[in-house]
């Protein structure tokens, strides 16, 4: 029988570590040896953007649609069985990555890993959540945001010492290890009991079926956004900002692996922050805070005008887009027990997949038909999104300390 309490450094918080690790590690090693990858299969010069976007695209519509789908089976079959099944789908299809020959099968996969990455950090927090007594949830999840950063550092090491398919075989190596040891977690008392109930488990039409209630899980969606301005356009595009503003000397790999260490030490921050302080919401105006005003001095120096201080910007605007596992952590303690699993795991994985619509703007707004200029099109959709967050942040209720026993009607 499994204990009524856990600790910050017990099973399921181990587990989710490791699952974050693995998350983590994908994504840093698909965005710095994409360029290797793509010259080894024949994608040359401009070309290489426009695959690099289309692949993009696809991952992530992967991870939209498994976001709904592993959402819906962690309430009606258990978050076990996300937690199992998720790796096990993104393991096999990294390993067949590693063996890819054309372009249309590398599409395929990394649109398979996209859908077996999607259950993996939402499932895990629902999990602790349910388990952690409410004191230790931000703890928990700090831990969790922790193994992030060893996630970006491995990866990038990695990425120098071994080719892009070695990576594609490490990465989902390390995803079928990880499958060893879920096989000794539990689901929780409180779903358990939720189940046995006879209560309707992972309606995804319940989200719906209320204006109070969808209104709830769409800010939630938009809360995150920020996070993906930086990851998918700031980030993703750095090598061509540097271009843009003159500066020679950038690496974008470096780039984007001291922006996601940054990132999970703002995450860590942000959960220890929201203990100390007792409240996310304040936590969430704090980092925005810091994000806005780093992007504002990011576009208005230009990335400062040397390689250096462009790398100084990545990780500034990693630790103020660090809030990924704080409002996860909200996104579970706002739905009740039999529809918790299918909104923590679908809304952040449908922030992800909304990185797509937010590509497109940008295209449109550098395009000839619009701006026509690569900087302007990339700050204007910067203030699109983050009017959004802070706008979600302010009418978002406070979760600190909320119990998670209850249910949606």
């Not at 060893?150 to 090491?157: E, Q, S």
């Amino acid at each position: 029988m499994q204990p009524k309490q856990y600790g910050i450094f017990s099973l399921p918080v181990i587990v989710g570590s490791l699952g974050f690790f693995v998350d983590i590690f994908d994504l840093q090693v698909f965005a710095i040896t994409r360029i290797k990858s793509f010259t080894e299969l024949g994608v040359l010069g401009d070309a290489q953007q426009t695959v690099g976007e289309n692949i993009t695209n696809w991952q992530m519509g992967g991870i939209l649609v498994g976001g709904i789908l592993w959402g819906i089976m962690g309430d009606k079959k258990g978050r076990k069985s996300v937690l199992f099944g998720s790796i096990l789908m993104y393991s096999l299809a990294t390993l067949a990555n590693g063996f890819v020959q054309d372009l249309t099968t590398f599409t395929i996969l990394r649109f398979l890993a996209g859908l077996g990455l999607a259950g993996e950090l939402g499932a895990s927090i629902t999990m602790t959540s349910e388990m952690l007594p409410k004191e230790k949830r931000g703890k928990a999840a700090a831990i969790i945001a922790n193994s992030g950063v060893m996630g970006t550092i491995v990866a990038y090491f990695v990425r120098q010492q071994r080719d892009w398919r070695t990576c594609c075989f490490i990465g989902g190596g390390r995803g079928l290890a990880l499958l060893f040891l879920r096989m000794r977690i539990f689901d929780s008392g409180m779903y358990n009991a939720a189940k046995e109930g006879g209560l309707q488990m992972g309606n995804l039409l319940m989200i719906f079926n209320t204006k109070e209630r969808f209104i709830r899980y769409f800010r939630s969606i938009m809360i995150g956004l920020p996070v993906w301005y930086v990851i998918g356009i700031v980030i993703y595009y750095s090598e061509r900002f540097a271009k843009e503003f003159g500066i020679s000397g950038f690496d974008q790999p470096r780039s984007l692996m001291l922006q996601y260490v940054a990132l999970a030490f703002g995450d860590m921050c942000a959960g220890f922050l929201a203990d100390i302080i007792k409240s996310r919401k304040k936590t969430l105006y704090i980092f925005y805070s810091i994000l806005t005003a780093v992007l504002v001095l990011f576009f208005v120096t230009k990335g400062g005008g040397s390689a250096a201080n462009m790398y100084l910007f990545c990780m500034a605007m990693g630790f103020g887009a660090g809030i990924s596992v704080l409002y996860i952590t909200m996104s579970a303690e706002q739905f009740g027990t039999n529809l918790r699993a299918t909104a923590a795991i679908s809304i952040p994985n449908l922030v992800r997949g909304f990185l797509i619509p937010m590509v497109f703007l940008f295209k449109f707004l550098r395009s000839d038909l619009a701006l026509n200029n690569f900087i302007t099109g990339a700050w204007v959709v910067g203030i699109v999104v983050m009017i959004c967050g802070w706008i979600a942040v302010y009418y978002t209720k406070e979760t600190f300390g909320k119990s998670m026993d209850f249910v949606e009607k």
